[in-house]
């Protein structure tokens, strides 16, 4: 079974600072997305970036890149120049490919703090 | 888009009593999910369908939770009879394609007492 960790369960970052989150999976599937969710206090869940496994190019959005290391079953997170809105729950996920019903795995999620 | 529809946003209810949480997914998506968030469990999938067909409902705690899909633009969880253990947050959430993840709704937040 897929399994994804996370194992920061909270992490701290100054304002305007690069703060990495790190991922790790389990899966013996070659064809799977991964992806990172933001849940602010207001609880709603955002997609913030995906991955698609078969491509070696790392995904980038704005101030959020990703760092994937498909041998090694990781797939990081980066926010550069932090800002206050980024206070968040984040949470990896993995699906498998193949169908829009194969299920989003969630990670345990790793809560972000942001010092101004 | 209005995107994924869920109401209540907050229900508190008494103990015993039937809880019916209500989702409109997005036009088009053809499958549907229901979550369970809570701080010691995390967030755990209870049930989803594809083309209005249950798939997986192995999450779903006990028979007192139950899940419906009667057409493409509404499904509904129901909780009969509640307990305080459910207190939870709800969520929906409708996708196209594995590529696009989720989209998820803003969450009911329920509280039995």
């Known amino acids: 079974a897929q399994t994804v960790t996370q194992s920061q369960p909270e992490m701290s970052v100054q304002e305007a600072e690069t703060v990495t989150l790190s991922c790790t999976y389990d899966?013996?599937?070659?064809?799977?997305?991964l992806f990172w969710y933001k849940q602010p206090p207001s609880r709603q869940m955002i997609l913030v970036i995906r991955?698609?496994?078969?491509?070696?190019q790392n995904a980038t959005e704005n101030r959020f890149s990703v760092n994937f290391q498909k041998a090694a079953k990781s797939f990081s997170l980066k926010i550069s120049d932090s800002q206050l809105g980024d206070a968040a729950m984040y949470f990896c996920?993995?699906?498998?490919?193949?169908?829009?019903?194969?299920?989003?795995?969630f990670g345990t999620g790793t809560l972000l703090a942001v010092q101004p | 888009d209005a995107g994924v529809i869920q109401s209540p946003r907050h229900e508190v209810t008494e103990m015993g009593q039937e809880v019916t949480l209500r989702c409109k997914p997005i036009s088009g998506h053809n499958s549907l999910f229901w979550y369970r968030q809570t701080m010691m469990r995390g967030l755990e999938l209870l049930i989803y369908?594809?083309?209005?067909?249950?798939?997986?409902d192995s999450g779903m705690p006990e028979d007192r939770f139950s899940a419906k899909m009667p057409n493409a633009s509404f499904s509904t969880l129901k909780i009969q009879p509640s307990e305080p253990r459910d207190s939870a947050v709800y969520f929906c959430a409708s996708s196209f394609k594995a590529l696009y993840g989720y989209t998820f709704g803003s969450g009911t937040r329920l509280t039995v007492v």
């Open positions: 996920a993995y699906r498998r490919g193949g169908g829009a019903t194969n299920k989003l795995i």
């Open positions: 899966t013996s599937e070659s064809d799977y997305y």
């Open positions: 991955q698609e496994a078969y491509k070696q």
């Open positions: 369908f594809n083309n209005n067909v249950p798939i997986d």
